[in-house]
Nanobody
Framework: QLQLVESGGGLVQPGGSLRLSCATS????????VAWFRQAPGKEREGVSC????????NYADSVKGRFTISRDNAESTFYLQMNSLKPEDTAVYYC??????????WGQGTQVTVSS
């Protein structure tokens, strides 16, 4: 059964850190580029970061550069988003995504991240 399951969200104070995980099953993660998106209340979903299938290439939204790090462990079929120096404007539901261009586009169910004092 194909699944992407996020974990690691929660409530954190400004300046704090969280590590999101996306555990996948039902397909071969090695072949897929993966990404994290987020959607804040009243706003459109936006891309946060992505990483190539091999892990050799990464990209970040300007708003998170220098604070967030995306990584993947293909052997564990899991990828991650390390979030440091969190700000209130990082509050959103975070979604993981796995994509095989022109073929597949898979999404997790989302995990809430709230940054507040």
């Amino acid at each position: 059964q194909l699944q992407l399951v996020e974990s690691g969200g929660g409530l954190v104070q400004p300046g704090g850190s969280l590590r999101l995980s996306c555990a996948t099953s039902g397909f071969t993660l090695d072949d897929y580029a993966v990404a994290w998106f987020r959607q804040a209340p009243g706003k459109e979903r936006e891309g946060v970061s992505c990483i190539s299938s091999s892990g050799s290439s990464t990209n970040y939204a300007d708003s998170v550069k220098g604070r967030f790090t995306i990584s993947r462990d293909n052997a564990e079929s899991t990828f991650y988003l390390q979030m440091n120096s969190l700000k209130p404007e990082d509050t959103a539901v975070y979604y993981c995504n796995a994509r095989l261009i022109f073929k597949d586009d898979y999404w997790g169910q989302g995990t809430q991240v709230t940054v507040s004092s």
